[in-house]
């Protein structure tokens, strides 16, 4: 026994002294490590085992720097170097936009990789979570993803979208598949769902374990009718329903090996892109039968028109968001003959890992 | 007569006030348009038909900020609203790397758009130029550019490759393509190729012209060596050889229809990437039957080991390079008895259009 105190001591040293720095730090943990989805090469910004976030610029002669994200602002102070350094308050797991403020320039942090949302190609984080193997590289069969571009006759231009091809599309060539359309959220874009979202790397391993059918995932831009950021009030609907009902749909029928009919066509969306799945899947019942909502609109079970044809509603939620409404709207349908599912997301808000997780649950219910 | 002298006298005082407006910045045309690479909605960087970069922030406190383009940095100048403003020197035509330093902090631009090279994902500027329109979005048949992860044994990682696949791949089932394996260069990826190269554009509007046979082109990391960056001299071909043929050739012969032999089969590479093409084809000329070295390696006639099966060696650079040496090498290589050819990029130094051009013009020689 006595030959182990020494090394008993030796650690109750080292968490002392853990506990010293950590507190020069304002509290927690200092065990922070670089992201590793951060820049090739790059040390920061770094997440400890709390989630605080810490960042770090060299800026010697600037007079304020700091650290915005989740909608606070953090004070970064200046060491003897030039470098500024400092972190966050712990941050819900998953996906957060944020940026720097060098005074007064709201600019990216060049440690970081790049994202779509907030309306501007800028700074994202990713804060470990319990259940982040769902999005791992994984030694699995892998699928493809896919940048297209389609001819849109409504918008006089070529568009963008990007589909997945599960593994084996390539080889079991006379299969076909069925698809889901799956859309992005306001001030995001069609490389919100590829790159955040991890779509690619969350079909591959679902389907890997034996959890959801192989098919198709298509996402395109869904703010069509030239808007601009900020008035989402004047969103119409029909400008982008036409994009993808009369003119996505069909390429991708042509150019893919899809079951081109509705028991096969899925619609679902985040945010806005629930609102537009709602819309559309009411305008047009004969084209989609399963449909998910992220976080956004909710079905009422009077709004399903054509309830035969209808084969699931998912409806989805982060904890910190609305579940009340969510299960309440669900429950409501379920009642009413429609088979309705709902999904709450544990302590996530209106952010990528309520909806990842959405995908997750949403994927392995579809088309079967 | 007389009645268009009124018009005659705007036209010259418009002018004259053109020139005045001008001149107080230090030269040039007033007729900056917002680049039509920005961030979506984004009104600056901008750019005049001399090719000056016009740049914009707002950073209220800041001491001093500079637009870093071309290995210049050059000042702006702030106004009353905090709004700094300033342009650089005319640029050559096509794609350049650039930052903005905010009180000695570099960092990307918000208003640009991101791309990777110079060892990092930060801001990209395109100058117009007379061929631009060869990666214009046209309204002809476009191919689809893939995201795959191939399992490496030699590296114990999935690994990404982007791959190309022609106009028609889809739907001529029966047919199969040659493949061109096309390398970045030191300090950039294998996104370089397909975002600043534009590749996917460049041989879709070829294939539409009738001017280049539809092929695959393949693009993955040739840094596998675990090199840091800043060590090229360290760089030893092994590794990426292995990757690239040992592992990558045998999953795209796999997962895509391909003619599956030598005289079907290009590699090229600009920069480190030629030094690598050239390498790779030295050591493995079973492999290879089309060369392309743009900006970088020279084939010597002596070092061409298996001359009956070499059918073309391509080698470019561009004018402000060093045109005289690929010319010398290029016309020993012909003497020899070996199909080659020199291309050089007018008015254009080691950078990303001079590759693009390279590529243009090799894609037509390919597999002919």
Same mark, same amino acid.
């Not at 085992?49 to 007079?63: F, H, N």
């Not at 994984?138 to 409504?154: D, Y």
């Not at 329903?241 to 893919?256: A, C, M, N, R």
């Given at each position: 026994?006595?030959?182990?105190?020494?090394?008993?001591?030796?650690?109750?040293?080292?968490?002392?002294?853990?506990?010293?720095?950590?507190?020069?730090?304002?509290?927690?943990?200092?065990?922070?490590?670089?992201?590793?989805?951060?820049?090739?090469?790059?040390?920061?910004?770094?997440?400890?085992?709390?989630?605080?976030?810490?960042?770090?610029?060299?800026?010697?002669?600037?007079?304020?720097?700091?650290?915005?994200?989740?909608?606070?602002?953090?004070?970064?102070?200046?060491?003897?170097?030039?470098?500024?350094?400092?972190?966050?308050?712990?941050?819900?797991? !998953?996906?957060?936009?944020?940026?720097?403020?060098?005074?007064?320039?709201?600019?990216?942090?060049?440690?970081?990789?790049?994202?779509?949302?907030?309306?501007?190609?800028?700074?994202?984080?990713?804060?470990?979570? &319990?259940?982040?193997?769902?999005?791992?590289?994984?030694?699995?069969?892998?699928?493809?993803?896919?940048?297209?571009?389609?001819?849109?006759?409504?918008? &006089?231009?070529?568009?963008?979208?990007?589909?997945?091809?599960?593994?084996?599309?390539?080889?079991?060539?006379?299969?076909?598949?069925?698809?889901?359309?799956?859309?992005?959220?306001?001030?995001?874009?069609?490389?919100?769902?590829?790159?955040?979202?991890?779509? &690619?790397?969350?079909?591959?391993?679902?389907?890997?374990?034996?959890?959801?059918?192989?098919?198709?995932?298509?996402?395109?831009?869904?703010?069509?009718?030239?808007?601009?950021?900020?008035?989402?009030?004047?969103?119409?609907?029909?400008?982008?329903?036409?994009?993808?009902?009369?003119?996505?749909?069909?390429?991708?029928?042509?150019?893919?090996?899809?079951?081109?009919?509705?028991? &096969?066509?899925?619609?679902? !969306?985040?945010?806005?892109?629930?609102?537009?799945?709602?819309?559309?899947?009411?305008?047009?019942?004969?084209?989609?039968?399963?449909?998910?909502?992220?976080? !956004?609109?909710?079905?009422?079970?009077?709004?399903?028109?054509?309830?035969?044809?209808?084969?699931?509603?998912?409806?989805?939620?982060?904890?910190?968001?609305?579940?009340?409404?969510?299960?309440?709207?669900?429950?409501?349908?379920?009642?009413? !003959?429609?088979?309705?599912?709902?999904?709450?997301?544990?302590?996530?808000?209106?952010?990528?890992?309520?909806?990842?997780?959405?995908?997750?649950?949403?994927?392995?219910?579809?088309?079967?």
């Amino acid at each position: 026994m006595k030959t182990k105190q020494p090394f008993v001591f030796l650690m109750a040293f080292a968490l002392a002294a853990g506990v010293q720095v950590a507190s020069a730090q304002a509290g927690g943990a200092d065990d922070f490590k670089p992201s590793p989805y951060n820049q090739p090469g790059s040390q920061y910004p770094q997440i400890n085992s709390e989630g605080k976030v810490r960042t770090r610029i060299l800026a010697p002669d600037a007079q304020k720097v700091q650290l915005d994200i989740g909608a606070v602002k953090y004070d970064l102070v200046k060491n003897e170097e030039g470098i500024w350094i400092g972190e966050s308050a712990p941050q819900d797991p !998953g996906f957060h936009y944020y940026q720097l403020n060098i005074d007064g320039a709201s600019v990216p942090d060049p440690g970081s990789m790049f994202y779509f949302g907030a309306c501007r190609w800028g700074s994202g984080i990713e804060i470990p979570s &319990n259940d982040q193997d769902m999005f791992a590289v994984k030694n699995v069969p892998h699928g493809q993803l896919r940048e297209v571009l389609f001819p849109s006759a409504s918008t &006089n231009t070529s568009r963008r979208a990007f589909v997945y091809t599960p593994p084996g599309y390539e080889k079991e060539t006379a299969k076909r598949y069925p698809v889901l359309y799956l859309q992005h959220g306001y001030c995001e874009n069609e490389y919100s769902w590829p790159m955040q979202g991890r779509v &690619n790397l969350i079909m591959d391993n679902l389907i890997a374990e034996g959890k959801a059918k192989p098919f198709i995932v298509v996402m395109t831009y869904g703010m069509t009718n030239e808007i601009q950021f900020g008035r989402l009030r004047d969103f119409d609907i029909k400008p982008f329903q036409t994009v993808l009902v009369d003119e996505l749909i069909p390429f991708v029928d042509t150019q893919f090996r899809t079951l081109a009919n509705q028991p &096969n066509r899925a619609m679902a !969306g985040l945010s806005m892109g629930s609102m537009e799945t709602k819309a559309i899947t009411m305008n047009r019942p004969e084209v989609f039968s399963h449909i998910g909502l992220f976080s !956004g609109a909710l079905y009422q079970p009077e709004e399903v028109k054509n309830k035969s044809s209808i084969k699931l509603i998912f409806q989805s939620t982060g904890s910190k968001e609305r579940p009340d409404a969510v299960k309440k709207s669900t429950e409501a349908l379920k009642q009413s !003959g429609i088979n309705a599912t709902w999904y709450v997301s544990e302590g996530t808000a209106h952010e990528f890992h309520t909806w990842r997780r959405s995908l997750h649950q949403f994927a392995q219910l579809l088309f079967k």
